[in-house]
């Protein structure tokens, strides 16, 4: 019987999610295989980490792309993000707690091109008025990231509804990063 990789890896991730301390045993049988089954598919926790890694940074690259970055405003862009990302944001939320992925001369390439589209809507942002100058789009982007793993853990956990996740943090995030006042009012200061 051949393994479906990505159902381990979707099952591994579902799991995780809820709890990031799960064995690999438990990773086994929330996949529905064997323990030797799942190691023959990920040499260890490591890889396993890795591989997950991988299907983050392409959830992340098609919400991207599903949430047109460069059209309409940025705040509208903004919005798009959050939703298209939503779906994914228990894996990101695991993801972004695992500090070996972010460390050293291993760091996957994909999340410095995550990193620079999202700067970059934040910076369209700017350049058009609609968000702050005084926060730089590098900070902007790592606060929408703690901002996505917070509320997944807070869903995860049952203190936040899973409807209010995109509601809670674009309104934080862009009560906090707009401008305000008149056009007038921002270039009298």
């Known amino acids: 019987m051949a393994v479906d990789r990505d159902h381990v890896l979707r099952s591994a ?27 023959r598919q990920f040499a260890g926790r ?6 997950l890694e991988e299907l983050g940074i392409a959830e992340c690259e098609a919400a991207l792309e599903a949430a047109r970055p460069d059209e309409g405003s940025a705040t509208d ?34 999340w410095a091109r995550i990193d620079e589209s999202v700067a970059g809507l934040f910076r369209r942002g700017q350049a058009s008025g609609e968000f702050r100058i005084d926060l730089t789009p ?43 006042g008149s056009p007038a009012q921002r270039n009298a200061t």
Do not use: C
Request: a neutral charge; hydrophobic letters at 50%.
């Open 13 to 39: 991730a579902a799991l995780l999610t809820r709890r990031s301390t799960a064995t690999m045993d438990e990773v086994a049988r929330a996949a529905g295989i064997s323990r030797a089954t799942l190691h």
């Open 138 to 180: 590098a900070w902007l982007t790592e606060a929408l990231y703690g901002l996505l793993a917070s509320a997944a853990w807070a869903v995860a956990e049952g203190r936040v509804a899973p409807k209010d996740f995109t509601h809670m943090i674009v309104e934080l995030l862009l009560g906090g990063v707009r401008r305000t």
């Open 77 to 110: 862009a903004v919005r798009r993000l959050v939703t298209r990302i939503e779906p994914h944001a228990g894996l990101l939320a695991f993801l972004y707690s695992e500090n070996q992925l972010f460390e050293g001369e291993e760091q996957n390439e994909g």
């Open 46 to 51: 490591e890889a396993l980490v890795r591989a």
